[in-house]
């Protein structure tokens, strides 16, 4: 709904600015909330300006409703040309002090995920409100797969306030890797070794969920929502977050933007979503439940080895990070689990261990939990029959605390973990899809192949900047 004042109506003060209303309670829009402040276009030669006088200026505000949901309001100011420009440079002057606030962006789309509508949303939705904010943008369309990794790779992020992903976490993962191992290898550090102190992005990003799997947007704003993400990059507040770095075959192999890392059954369902390409959007529908349904569930024996996270580890200080975890693995009381039966070994960066209720689970509260603590949860699966990881599975999806309380589910807090897979239940030939999913490691929807079998993942603190006022 547009708001029709006049000028004089409105009051400027320090920190907010005041609307009183003919009728109802006046609106107060704090300074950080608004967006920005505009004239209008010439209406001169519209038929409309003929019989409605056309405002002079137009306010932009940020609305915050429900499940962290925000949305753009409009305000529009008739009066004196003269006042309306007065207020307008006032206005735009006030958000000018504000630091925080990016004034250029670089923004990388992806143009073929989720909907495959990122360059229409950009275009209609996104492109309106960086302009009311006065943020100019320097646009990148990837054009094929992994051409987003060299338009990254080639780009100078000094010369701009920060980065935007259109897109969803495969698109996130692919700039997340190239940044921060830029960024190690720009430091001259030894990033292979899981107990180095890794350097920190200085560039904040921010996500702008178009994908399929947005799983990150939902941590750092709330929800699912391109308005909601597009306002808290506005805004320009930043909060550092952990990454999960895996490492295989003496190397780092991928970081982890907090989604989910996964072996056994999520990273085949993944693999067989990816080969059913030609379902389109149907087949992250359709494959799951094909592989739930109907499809025999693999099994392995595997050594894993968890390094717990200490208790009353809340900090925002990582510098003993790395001293910590060398010390963690040269003690005693790191717990080896020779597991057979095993269906799925799965670690996620949302602290769903403390934050998940009976409730729907606050995904914000969740992401502040876990970006505090130097871990997060692992859960070992065990197999058990079908009707009952059904039902685990489909209570996952609202992720209650009774998703997590089963007999064959094993939840822990870790700040380091790793796996040893030992055999298979069934040996497949060499060259087989059987053997080539073996291999395979889920990161955040996206697959990486793994050496021998073997991997181990560990947090570092505090190493990815991003846009989100939570």
Known sequence: MVLKVDVKSIV?????????????????????????????????????SLFV??????????????????????????????ECEALKNEINKKLGQEKERPKKLAVFINPIGGSQNSVSVYSKVITPLFKAANISCDVMVSERPKHMIDLVSGFDTASVDGLVVVG???????????????VQ???????????????????????????TGNGAASGLYGNKDVVTAVLHIIKGQTNY????????????????????????LFSDIIYHTDRNRWLKRARYVVVPINVLLFKRQRQFTAKVTLFPMEQNTDSKDGDTEAAGREEAAATEGIEAEFSSNLIGVASFGIDFLSAATDSKLDFVKAAQSGRQKDGFCLFINKHTSRTKFLTHFFQLMTL??????????????????KVKVLSHDESPQANSEEAEINKMLDVDGELIEI??????????????????CW
């Open 451 to 468: 050496v021998d079998e073997e991997y181990e993942v560990w947090n570092h603190m505090s190493i990815i900047k991003f846009y989100t």
């Open 168 to 182: 969803g976490d495969g698109t996130l993962l692919e700039i997340l890797n190239c940044l921060l191992t830029r």
């Open 185 to 211: 290898k720009e430091a001259g550090l030894d990033y292979d070794q899981p107990t180095c102190k890794l350097k920190p992005l200085e560039v904040p990003i921010g996500i702008i969920p178009t994908g």
């Open 53 to 82: 006088t056309p405002p002079n200026i137009v306010i932009r505000y940020i609305a915050k409703g429900q499940n962290y949901k925000w949305t753009a309001e409009t305000v529009e100011v008739m009066g004196s040309k003269e």
């Open 400 to 417: 209650s605390r009774s998703a997590f309380e089963k007999d064959f589910l094993s939840t822990h807090s870790v700040h380091g973990y």
């Open 241 to 264: 977050n952990n990454a999960q770095a895996i490492y295989s075959g003496g190397k780092l192999v991928s970081f982890s933007g907090g989604v989910c890392v996964a072996y056994g």
């Open 12 to 48: 400027l003060e320090a920190d907010e600015l005041k609307i009183r209303k003919d009728k109802g309670k006046p609106v107060n829009i704090k300074i950080c909330d608004l967006i920005g402040c505009q004239s209008c276009d010439e209406q001169s030669n519209s038929l409309s």
